[in-house]
């Protein structure tokens, strides 16, 4: 899958208010060149002490026809478990810190350290901030079993 929009450097303690504001910007480019489908991403790129790095975005046909200054990103196949996020958006980084800290250590899967994303589809109003978001973690197979 072929990602393009808004990347970012947040830090953890702001990064409620910072990704609502780069969500807000996302939203203001209008029509990205090759959209597919309605859905919106949004991807954490990678973890550093003190912040990570979050792409919004949506599926592109091609990276080709992009404004040069827009971000990108591949999504390779990859295993996932997938977790629904049922309430306002505003307790995303509650269920995030849930799976990250309860479900990832008790599950007998190790994170395959690649692109976690958030799947706004259909079901979520932006406009609400309700109707549910999909969390996917990228997971390896059951290491814990195999020692």
Known sequence: MLLAGLR????????????????????SLGPIPGHV???TYGVMCGEV???FEYLCGAEVEAFASLPGNMGRMRITPQRYAVFLHPGHISAIR????????EWLPGSG?????RPDFEV??????PRT???GVEIWIAITHDNHQDA
């Not at 970012?8 to 990704?19: L, N």
């Not at 509650?94 to 800290?101: A, D, L, M």
């Open 8 to 27: 970012r450097y947040h830090g953890f303690a702001e990064s409620v208010y910072s990704i609502t504001e780069q969500w807000q910007q996302f939203q």
């Open 37 to 39: 489908g309605s859905t």
């Open 49 to 51: 002490p003190g912040g």
């Open 94 to 101: 509650k269920t995030w810190e849930r799976i990250r800290t």
């Open 109 to 113: 899967h190790d994170s395959a350290h």
């Open 120 to 125: 706004y589809d259909q079901r979520f109003d």
């Open 129 to 131: 901030g309700l109707g």
